[in-house]
């Protein structure tokens, strides 16, 4: 199926869910995560924040949880056309983007890049790990600036069952997919 149609069709399952689903699915997948990848006190995590109003997963409550175990927390912001890291910490102040995303104020980048996990948001992605956003590209650019062996972890509703028909040789896939159900590695195409 091709990007522009899975991007359809996976915006109106979002859509079709209800703030409490949302909610409680977004709850199952960072309980996932914490147990298959065992964040720890000084690790360097980058995740975005949600946009609600595409009821994107919820990281909220994943980002305190991190905080509160002396996890560092680093999140994207679109400066010009370019996406930079800023870390946050329990005192850091935000506003809203013109994108309805809840962004720190500063516009300091870190500059870090050798971030342990890279948590992303995916409206799809296939069962080659192969990825569907909203395409502006933001995140092939940023995934291009880190080491090779920077772990790219998707979060999604949704498992994979269709394959993505336009993949592009700029596209970077994610090295997993975390569901409310699965944890799904694409080194082996496999779940774990």
């Known amino acids: 199926m091709l990007k522009a149609d899975l991007r359809k069709k996976y915006m109106q399952k979002r859509k079709a869910l209800s703030t409490d689903e949302a909610f409680f699915l977004s709850e199952r997948i960072f309980e996932n995560l ?3 990848f065992k964040p720890s006190i000084g690790q360097k995590i980058h995740i975005f924040l949600p946009i609600e109003k595409f009821k994107e997963i919820d990281t909220r409550t994943f980002v305190q ?3 509160e175990q002396g996890i560092r927390i680093f999140v ?3 400066v010009g056309e370019r996406l930079i890291s800023v870390e946050i910490f ?3 102040k935000f506003e809203t983007s013109s994108w309805g995303i809840s962004e720190p104020v500063s516009n300091q980048d870190s500059g870090e890049q050798d971030f342990n996990f890279v948590i992303t948001p995916v409206l799809y992605c296939d069962p080659m790990g192969n990825r569907v956003g ?3 590209g ?3 650019g940023f995934f291009q600036s880190l080491p090779l062996v920077t772990k790219k972890i998707g979060v999604n509703y949704f498992s994979p069952d269709e394959l993505i028909d336009d993949t592009w040789e700029n596209d970077i896939a994610l090295d997993y997919l975390v ?3 699965e944890v799904l590695s694409f080194f082996t195409g496999e779940g774990v």
């Open 90 to 92: 329990p005192d850091t």
């Open 76 to 78: 994207p912001k679109v």
């Open 138 to 140: 933001f995140y092939d």
């Open 34 to 36: 914490i147990k298959y």
């Open 179 to 181: 569901t409310p159900a």
């Open 134 to 136: 909203y395409g502006k």
């Open 65 to 67: 949880y991190c905080l």
